[in-house]
C-alpha cells in the first residue's frame, strides 16, 4: 500500500458529535484503516472553518499525504470547499473524498451506537474508494455570451433587462402574443396599490426596444441540446399572419375585422376581441396576431377584410410556421404559474351560480381598461352589488387540493377588499382560515382594511349556494360558513361572490422540465439547487429559474428573483469559460470488440463507431457521464472516469467492512 | 452467543434525485433504519448489475437501487435502462435461489426524502424478515469479474 491517507472526521459542533463518537471513529480509522494506507486520522470541532481547512492542508505538506478522506457532511454542501483546501496545499482536488456522516447518519439515526458503527463503515468505503482516485484537471468548456429568457412575465422582463443592460445578447421567448404576464391583467398591486400597468408597462417597452434583446412572442422553445455554455436550442415560432417588418402596428386591422370571439386568456373568458387582435393595448410587441381557428377567411375562403385595409401590406396568409435555431449560452426559465381551477370545488358554485367569480375574473372588472371600464359590476354587466364575498385559500392548503398555500392570496384578497368598497360602497366580507400578511407593508395594508369596515370572518367557507332558507336570503348568494372566533354556523347572504384561487404550476410545466432537462417538486414547481443558498439555480448546469415557476410568490420576489438569476448567468458571461467535472466515459479500443451494444445507449449520442477499425469511441465534449454505456460494455472496454467499476466496487469493499482483519464490530 | 440479526443493505443512489433525497431526509432530520450505507453514482444507468451480485456477494444481505422517476432522469432515459436491468437482474437471482426480495428498485426525487426514508426502513424490514444471506461466497464471487486488486491484499 502505497497511498498515504489522512481521515478527517468532523464534529460538526453538536450536528454530528451529538449522535456520533467521532473521536473513537478517528481512533478506530488510525487503528483499523492503517494497513490500508490511513497515516494519520484527526477529528475537528469544524473541518470546513478555515482552522479546520488548514489542519488538512498542514498535514498534506508535512506528511506528504498522498489522499485525503473527510467525514462530515454531504458532498453538494462541502466537496468544493475540501477540494479547494486540497489544491492549496498542492493535492490535486480530485484525490480528496468527501463522506456524509451528518445528513446519511447523525441527522438520520438515533442509536448511538448503531450511528457510530455506519459512520465507521461509511468511512472505511470512502478510504478504499479514494484509493483509486486518478488525479484530474476539470473539462473548462467556452461560455457562449448569448442567453435565453423563457416567459415573459415580470419575472422574465427583469431577468432579460439586466442582462441586456449589462451589454450581452438575450433571447427572449413568450408563447403568448404579447410579454407581460399575469401582472398585465391586474388593474392595481398590493400592498401599495400602485397601477399595474404604470409600473409595467415601461419595462414591457424597454424590452421591445432594446437594441441587446431579440423577442421572439407567440413562441415556444421545443428542443434544448447541449450543455452549459452551449445550449442549441430550437424555437418554433407560430405564424402571426402578420408580416413584422412592414406591421406599424396602426391597429387598422383590427378595427376592420368583422369578427368578435370571447378571449379565454387575457380577459379571462369576460371580454371579447377581434379574430386579428393584440391582447391588450399597451401589448409589446405591438404587432397583432391572427387566430387562425376563427379566421373566415381560413374558414369560408373569404373576407380579408384586414388585408384590403391594412395600409403597409402587412397582412400574409400564406405565413408558415418557422423553426428558429439559437446558440446560447445560459437559460433562464420564467414561465410562471396558472391560477387554480376553482370548478374543482364544485360547492363553491363556479359556472353554476352567475355571480361567482374567480379572482382573476375579478382583476379584469377592476381594470380600467378592462371589459367593464373598470366597474365592478354582477354577471349582468350592470348591476353594481352591494354586498360581496371573498373567500380566501381556494384550492390551497386544503388536502385534497394543494397543500401548499398559494402565499399571494390573502394579500389579493385584501386588495380585492378594498378596490370593492373604493368602487361600491358595498359590504365586504373575508372568509379567511389565517390572516398572512407576512411582507414588507403588509400587515399594515391588513390593519388599513380592517379600519376600512371589511368584515373579517375567520373560517373555512362549507358552501355558497342559492338555496334561500331565512328571511333576507330570497335572491342572494348564501355563504355557508362556521364562524370559528364566535364558535357558531353561520350564513351570509351576498350579491357576488369571489373566489380568490391559489396558484399551481403551469399544465404543461412537466413537459416544459423535460425538454430543459431540470426537475420538478412533487406539486409540480421547479426545484432550486439549494432552497435557501441557491434559489435560483437548478441542478441542471446553465440552467436557471426565477419567479413563481419556483413556487408561489408575488410580484416583488418575482421581481428580486429575475434579477438574481440574471446576476448569475452575467458572472458566468464574465468567466468566459465554466470549469466542468470531469466525470467523462472512455472506450479502450483494444478492448473494444466493436458489439455497438453502447452506441445506441448514448442519451446524447456521444459514442460513434469507426467502422474502419471495427471499435466505437466516446466524444469526450458529448458525453455527461451518466455511465450507462459503462456498466452495459460486455467486453469492459469502457470506464468512467471518477465513477469506474475500480472505484464502486471498492467503496462496497469498504462499506461492507471486507478491508478488515479481523472483522469485529 | 446469538445476536439479533442485524441486516446490512447496500444503496446505490444518483446524484440528481435519490441522492439528494438522502441529503433531504437529513436536512429535515426523517428518521430511518440505520442498515442502510449508500454509493452514489451519477446516475441509475451506471448501475451495473454485477455490482448487486457483487454486493450480495460480499455480505450485504439486501440492495437497494434508486433513481429519478421515469421521465426525470437527468440523463433523458437511463433509468428505464436501470429498470430493464433491474428486472433481469430479479430473475437471474431467483434462478440462483437468491430471494428476489432482497433487491429492491425505488424511484425518489429530490423532493422525496421521506419517501426515501420510508423506503429503506420497509426494505431493511423485508430483508430482516428474509434473516442473513449467507451466500456461498467462494464459488459465486469467483464467478463474477475479478476484485479490485487492490482489496485482495489483506493487512
Ligand atoms: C389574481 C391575482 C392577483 C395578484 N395580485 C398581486 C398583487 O397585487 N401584487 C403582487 O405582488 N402580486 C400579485 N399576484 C402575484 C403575481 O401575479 C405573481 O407574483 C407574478 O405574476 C409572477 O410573475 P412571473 O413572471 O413569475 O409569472 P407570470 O406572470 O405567470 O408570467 C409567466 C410568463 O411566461 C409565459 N409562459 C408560460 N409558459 C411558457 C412557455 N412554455 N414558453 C414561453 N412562455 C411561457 C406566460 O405566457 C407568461 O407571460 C397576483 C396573482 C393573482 C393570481
Ligand atoms: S459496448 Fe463496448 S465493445 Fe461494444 S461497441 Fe461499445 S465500447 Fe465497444
Ligand atoms: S457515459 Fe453516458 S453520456 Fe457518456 S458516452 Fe456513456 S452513455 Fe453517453
Ligand atoms: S440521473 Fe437519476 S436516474 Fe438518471
Not at chain 1, 459542533?13 to 478506530?28: L, R
Not at chain 1, 402574443?177 to 404604470?198: E, N, V
Amino acid at each position: 500500500m502505497t497511498e498515504k491517507i489522512g481521515v478527517y472526521v468532523c464534529h460538526c459542533g453538536t450536528n454530528i458529535a451529538g449522535m456520533v463518537d467521532v473521536e473513537g471513529v478517528a481512533k478506530w480509522a488510525a487503528e483499523r484503516l492503517a494497513h490500508r494506507g490511513v497515516v494519520i486520522a484527526r477529528d475537528y470541532k469544524f473541518m470546513c472553518s478555515s482552522l479546520g481547512q488548514e489542519l488538512i492542508e498542514k498535514d498534506i505538506q508535512e506528511l506528504g499525504l498522498t489522499r485525503v478522506v473527510v467525514a462530515a457532511c454531504s458532498p453538494h454542501l462541502h466537496e468544493q470547499t475540501f477540494r479547494t483546501a486540497c489544491a492549496r496545499a498542492g493535492l490535486n482536488p480530485y484525490l480528496c473524498e468527501l463522506v456524509s456522516i451528518r445528513e446519511q447518519v447523525s441527522w438520520v439515526h438515533t442509536d448511538k451506537a448503531a450511528a457510530t458503527a455506519k459512520a465507521k463503515a461509511v468511512l472505511s468505503g470512502g478510504v478504499e474508494r479514494v484509493t483509486h482516485h486518478a488525479p484530474l484537471e476539470p473539462l473548462r468548456v467556452p461560455i457562449h455570451p448569448a442567453t435565453l429568457v423563457v416567459g415573459g412575465g415580470i419575472a422574465g422582463i427583469q431577468a432579460a433587462l439586466e442582462i441586456a443592460d449589462s451589454g450581452t445578447r438575450v433571447y427572449l421567448v413568450e408563447r403568448e402574443p404579447s410579454i407581460g404576464g399575469h401582472m398585465a391583467q391586474f388593474d392595481k398591486t398590493f400592498p401599495t396599490l400602485d397601477c399595474s400597468a404604470c409600473i409595467l408597462t415601461p419595462k414591457m417597452v424597454s424590452v421591445g426596444n432594446h437594441p441587446n434583446i431579440t423577442l421572439m412572442t407567440y413562441a415556444e422553445v421545443t428542443k434544448v441540446d447541449g450543455f452549459v455554455g452551449n445550449f442549441e436550442v430550437t424555437v418554433t415560432q407560430k405564424p402571426r399572419y402578420v408580416k413584422v417588418d412592414l406591421c406599424t402596428g396602426c391597429g387598422v386591422c383590427e378595427e376592420k375585422c368583422p369578427k368578435k370571439v370571447v378571449d379565454d386568456i387575457f380577459e379571462v373568458g369576460l371580454g371579447k376581441r377581434k379574430v386579428i387582435y393584440r391582447p391588450f393595448a399597451q401589448a409589446v410587441p405591438k404587432y397583432p396576431v391572427l387566430d387562425r381557428e376563427n379566421c373566415t377567411y381560413f374558414i369560408k375562403g373569404t373576407c380579408k377584410a384586414c388585408e384590403k385595409f391594412c395600409p403597409t401590406d402587412a397582412i400574409d396568409f400564406e405565413q408558415k410556421e418557422e423553426i428558429i435555431t439559437l446558440k446560447v449560452g445560459n437559460i433562464i426559465l420564467a414561465t410562471g404559474f396558472d391560477l387554480f381551477n376553482a370548478h374543482r370545488i364544485p360547492q363553491y358554485g363556479l359556472g353554476r351560480l352567475p355571480n361567482v367569480f374567480t379572482s382573476l375574473e375579478f382583476e379584469r372588472l377592476c381594470n380600467a381598461a378592462g371589459p367593464t371600464n373598470g366597474n365592478v359590476v354582477m354577471r349582468d354587466g350592470t348591476t353594481v352589488p352591494k354586498s360581496v364575498g371573498i373567500i380566501h385559500c381556494v384550492g390551497s392548503r386544503d388536502e385534497n387540493y394543494h397543500a401548499y398555500c398559494s402565499s399571494i392570496c390573502c394579500m389579493q384578497s385584501l386588495k380585492f377588499a378594498h378596490l370593492v368598497r373604493e368602487r361600491t360602497g358595498a359590504e365586504v366580507y373575508n372568509f379567511y382560515i389565517d390572516m398572512r400578511a407576512p411582507g414588507k407593508g403588509y400587515e399594515e395594508f391588513y390593519h388599513r382594511l380592517l379600519e376600512e369596515g371589511v368584515h373579517f370572518v375567520r373560517g373555512k367557507v362549507a358552501e355558497v349556494s342559492a338555496f334561500a332558507r331565512l328571511p333576507g336570503e330570497e335572491g342572494h348568494l348564501i355563504v355557508q360558513v362556521e364562524d370559528t372566533l364566535i364558535g357558531k354556523q353561520r350564513r351570509i347572504p351576498l350579491d357576488m361572490v369571489v373566489l380568490s384561487a391559489g396558484l399551481e404550476p403551469r399544465h404543461d410545466a412537466k413537459q416544459v422540465a423535460k425538454v430543459f432537462g431540470i426537475s420538478c417538486s412533487a406539486d409540480g414547481w421547479y426545484i432550486e439547487k439549494h432552497p435557501k443558498l441557491d434559489p435560483v439555480a437548478t441542478m441542471t448546469e446553465g440552467i436557471y429559474i426565477a419567479g413563481a415557476v419556483q413556487g408561489p410568490k408575488d410580484i416583488p420576489a418575482s421581481v428580486a428573483q429575475g434579477a438574481a438569476a440574471a446576476a448569475r448567468v452575467m458572472g458566468r458571461i464574465q468567466q468566459k469559460e465554466i470549469a466542468l467535472e470531469p466525470v467523462r466515459a472512455s472506450i479502450d479500443e483494444t478492448r473494444c470488440s466493436g458489439c455497438r451494444i453502447c452506441n445506441a445507449l448514448c442519451p446524447f449520442n456521444a459514442i460513434l463507431y469507426h467502422a474502419d477499425t471495427a471499435v466505437s469511441e466516446v466524444n469526450p465534449a458529448l458525453c455527461q457521464g451518466c455511465g450507462t454505456c459503462v456498466a452495459a460494455c460486455p467486453a469492459g472496454a469502457i470506464s468512467g472516469t471518477g465513477f469506474s467499476d475500480e472505484q464502486v466496487l471498492s467503496q462496497m469493499e469498504g462499506l461492507l467492512l471486507r478491508n478488515l482483519q479481523p472483522v469485529e464490530v | 452467543m446469538t445476536e439479533a440479526f442485524e441486516p446490512v443493505i447496500i444503496g446505490f443512489t444518483c446524484n440528481w434525485c435519490s441522492y439528494r433525497a438522502a441529503d433531504l431526509a437529513g436536512t429535515a432530520r426523517v428518521k430511518y433504519a440505520p442498515n442502510v450505507r449508500l454509493i452514489r453514482l451519477m446516475c441509475s444507468g451506471r448501475l451495473d448489475p454485477t455490482f448487486v451480485l457483487k454486493a450480495l456477494a460480499s455480505g450485504a444481505d439486501g440492495v437497494m437501487i434508486t433513481g429519478c422517476h421515469p421521465g426525470e432522469c437527468h440523463y433523458l432515459e437511463q433509468n428505464y435502462k436501470a429498470m430493464r436491468r433491474y428486472h433481469l437482474l430479479k430473475r437471474m437471482l431467483a434462478q440462483m435461489g437468491v430471494e428476489p426480495g432482497r433487491v429492491k428498485l425505488v424511484w425518489a426525487s429530490a423532493a422525496e426524502g421521506v419517501r426515501l426514508a420510508g423506503e429503506i426502513t420497509k426494505l431493511v424490514e423485508e430483508v430482516r424478515a428474509l434473516g442473513p444471506l449467507n451466500w456461498p461466497t467462494a464459488g459465486v464471487a469467483a464467478a463474477l469479474p475479478a476484485k479490485p486488486a487492490a482489496l485482495e491484499v489483506p493487512a
